[in-house]
């Protein structure tokens, strides 16, 4: 139980880096987005107004009393769509850099964007009365930032953006409309509406917490899809990538039981020199496509791809107890594929294939930069060992007495081809014979 929380632990702490970047990174494209959808707000507001007093200047006269009026709010409006232009930029400048906003900036903008709708309620006031403009369009202004908030994925923003707007119209009502001040039943219809905004505020926070809590889930599973891919490449089955997430691999070496295995494609390269590069890649690719398909069946990786052979785990880095099994079974079943494989083509193939049975030291080796899932100890030599062998006896399929061992009646059917002198080897190993 400790090794196993343990483990977990330092899964953690290696994803913890790069879940927190990617979802900084999320975060920043969605302000982004809110961000244009309040500069989209901003200029059709003011093409909008143009248009009316071009079409029709007489109402503008009559809610603005005048140009000057208008003029103030085009200011106002070109002072909003300049700042947001600059937050754009900013947020644009932290997105390359990985960097997220700083927490009081973003409560600084939201209290200066959701006190502009103020700003104009209060110019529309001096302009048209107070009863009329707090009736009138503007205080309905205050629902597009609330709503566009929801895009800051943060609760507290959100809320604290609806309880600006609600606290300032509240406040404008109170300052600007005499019949509230006085203790008009009017104040109850600007404080319920206050309270409706504030509530807005707090849905939009609580829709954005859960966007981002979705966010969230979706970054840590891509983190650890991609870190299962920069670990074992591209060769393992989309079955072990959700075993390895569930399970978590270790950083540091583990000694496990492992059953090794090399392939080999025999005579491949006099074959090439015939061929064009594209028939060379083509043919080796339709190869190990079956080959590899298979060992995803039997649950073995591809650790390496080696030119024209691969080396294969079984048992690492997901611990299996019929590792060995599993090696036999998918080596039988190669052989087989090959056989098929090679009545349909004009450039037959034949495969070598050697395991071993054995501890390896299994883990992560490399540079600081790049580092490699891979198995290292005396089983992988002797396994690379063994397939060469192949060459020697004229055979396809070998395995070692501890492959023969742990295979017990299941391996009946292996030839015993003696005492055997191995290249690097003081004594002579036992090898077997598999058909």
Same mark, same amino acid.
Request: with cysteine; net charge neutral.
């Given at each position: 139980?400790?090794?196993?929380? $343990? ?38 507001? &003011? ?15 009559? *809610? ?35 960097? %997220? ?48 908030? &929801? ?9 604290? &953006? ?87 691999? $270790?950083? #540091? ?36 496509? *079956?080959?590899? %398909? ?66 390896? *030291? ?11 899932? &891979? ?54 190993? #036992? ?5």
């Amino acid at each position: 139980m400790v090794r196993f929380a $343990s483990r977990k632990t330092r899964r953690h702490a290696a994803l913890s880096e790069d879940f927190e970047r990617e979802l900084t990174r999320e975060v920043l494209r969605t302000e982004l987005l809110r961000v244009r959808a309040l500069i989209m707000t901003g200029s059709v507001m &003011t093409l909008f107004l143009t248009a009316i007093y071009l079409v029709d200047p007489v109402v503008v006269n009559r *809610v603005w009393r005048g140009t000057e009026g208008l003029v103030e709010v085009y200011g106002l409006l070109v002072g909003f769509i300049l700042f947001e232009v600059w937050v754009h930029t900013q947020i644009r400048r932290n997105l390359k850099l990985d960097r %997220d906003l700083p927490v009081v900036r973003r409560y600084v903008g939201a209290l200066i964007e959701t006190s502009v709708p103020t700003v104009i309620l209060i110019l529309q006031i001096r302009s048209m009365g107070a009863s009329q403009a707090l009736g009138f369009v503007v205080p309905l202004i205050y629902f597009i930032f609330v709503i566009l908030s &929801t895009l800051r994925l943060d609760f507290r923003l959100s809320t604290f &953006t609806g309880f600006v707007a609600a606290a300032e119209l509240f406040a404008v009502a109170l300052i600007y409309d005499p019949a509230s001040a006085a203790g008009d039943p009017q104040i109850y219809f600007h404080a319920v509406r206050s309270t409706v905004i504030l509530i807005c505020g707090v849905l939009a926070g609580s829709v954005g917490a859960q966007l981002r809590r979705q966010f969230a889930a979706s970054i840590a599973a891509a983190t650890a899809r991609d870190r299962v891919t920069n670990l074992f490449g591209q060769h393992v089955s989309p079955q072990v990538v959700e075993r390895l997430m569930a399970e978590g691999t $270790s950083a #540091a070496g583990d000694l496990r039981r492992v059953a090794v295995m090399f392939v080999d494609f025999r005579g491949f390269t006099a074959g090439a020199q015939a061929r064009t590069p594209q028939e060379v890649v083509d043919r080796l690719d339709g190869a190990f496509a *079956v080959l590899v %398909d298979i060992l995803d069946r039997e649950g073995g990786i591809v650790n390496k791809f080696l030119g024209d052979g691969f080396l294969a785990l079984f048992g690492a880095p997901l611990e299996a107890s019929d590792a060995a099994h599993r090696a036999v079974a998918a080596g039988r079943q190669m052989l087989a594929a090959m056989d098929r494989i090679n009545a349909e083509t004009s450039w037959p193939l034949r495969i070598g294939v050697g395991i071993h049975f054995g501890e390896v *030291v299994a883990g992560n080796i490399g540079s600081p930069r790049r580092k490699e899932y &891979t198995v290292i100890g005396d089983t992988v030599n002797f396994a690379s060992r063994l397939e060469a062998l192949n060459k020697e006896f004229g055979t396809q399929l070998l395995i070692s007495a501890s492959v023969r061992e742990a295979l017990g009646r299941d391996g009946d059917d292996a030839v015993s081809l003696g005492e055997v002198e191995v290249r690097g080897y003081d004594q002579p190993v #036992a090898v077997f014979q598999l058909g």
